[in-house]
């Protein structure tokens, strides 16, 4: 049986340096009234560029259209496809998945597929998307895929601040009195996505470098010593590098590998954000590329 996977772009597969063949599903950032595909015409390293460039721009993101998807899923039967399994960012702060689900109805009869809400975004979602394409290779069903892929996301941990919360402020994520005093008092907040799929504040620390202690702490708490440990850059390499230089010096974390947040994330909270990020436990297939 022919199969392919899915993965919205919110993955950041598309910016990672291996080749695979799943197929990008392009959402919308919209920056200055100009609508961008993102993995087609933009791509985090343009979006920093124009956001330390032009410091008022405001980038809004909007899932692919009712059209695209169905062009997608047409083009893909027409190519002989029999079987899609498609993982979407969190439905949480996403209609994607609601409307994959309502175009994949009209193909009963026609195609197979399969629509799972990852609950996550960035690597932890191409992590899964990944894994789902590996397990498909080896003849896994439906069920078994998507017990392998829950098993992945309660076995990930990923953890962000944000060194400057202009940018959300100014976005409406954040309103100005709580910015206000947040500036005030030097307050740094841990951001997760919990186990239901929406951003959190875990935790407000003062000060940033308490803040990326804390963060340190919890991961090694949640993740243990065999985890595979990594760096999420929001394009800010001065706090990337910051960052590195003090989980090794105090945490003994040498050499972590560094990957760029999605262009769908970037859009949302800024470029001024690190974050840290953990998979462990029966370690996803995915790490073993992500090493070479």
Same mark, same amino acid.
């Given at each position: ?12 597969? %598309? ?19 100009? =609508?961008?595909? =993102?993995? !087609? ?21 909007? $899932? ?6 169905? +062009? ?9 496809? +029999? ?13 994607? #998945? ?41 003849? !896994? ?34 309103? @100005? ?11 740094? $907040?841990?951001?997760?996505? =919990?186990? !239901?799929?929406?951003?959190? @504040? ?13 963060? %340190? ?9 065999? @985890? ?15 960052? @590195?230089?003090?989980? #090794? ?10 990957? $760029? ?9 800024? #470029? ?21």
């Amino acid at each position: 049986m022919k199969h392919a996977i899915i993965s919205t772009s919110s993955s950041g597969l %598309a910016n990672l340096k291996f080749s695979h063949h799943m197929h990008i599903l392009p959402m919308h950032v919209k920056i200055n009234n100009v =609508d961008f595909l =993102d993995s !087609k015409n933009i791509n985090p390293t343009k979006l920093t560029q124009i956001m330390q460039t032009s410091p008022n721009s405001l980038a809004k993101t909007s $899932p692919p259209s009712e059209a695209e998807i169905m +062009q997608m899923f047409e083009s893909l039967y027409n190519e002989g496809y +029999q079987s899609l399994f498609v993982c979407t960012l969190s439905s949480k702060f996403s209609e994607t #998945y609601n409307m994959v689900q309502a175009c994949r109805k009209r193909f009963d009869g026609k195609m197979n597929i399969f629509v799972y809400d990852t609950l996550n975004l960035n690597l932890t979602e191409a992590t899964m998307s990944y894994e789902a394409d590996s397990w498909f290779k080896q003849e !896994k069903s439906f069920a078994e895929i998507t017990r392998r892929l829950d098993y992945i996301r309660d076995h990930s941990s990923f953890l962000f601040t944000l060194s400057d919360l202009t940018y959300i402020t100014k976005a409406g994520k954040l309103s @100005a009195p709580a910015s206000f005093f947040a500036n005030l008092f030097d307050i740094k $907040p841990i951001m997760e996505i =919990d186990k !239901k799929g929406f951003i959190v @504040a875990k935790e407000k620390v003062r000060k940033l470098d308490n803040t990326l202690r804390r963060m %340190a702490e919890i991961t090694l708490e949640t993740a243990g010593n065999d @985890a595979y440990i990594y760096l999420s850059d929001g394009g800010h390499d001065f706090l990337t590098t910051y960052y @590195a230089r003090l989980l #090794y010096r105090e945490y003994g974390l040498k050499d972590l590998p560094v990957f $760029p947040v999605s262009t769908i994330s970037l859009a949302n909270h800024g #470029y001024k954000c690190i974050g840290i990020g953990s998979f462990y436990g029966d370690l996803p297939e995915i790490v073993q590329r992500l090493k070479t």
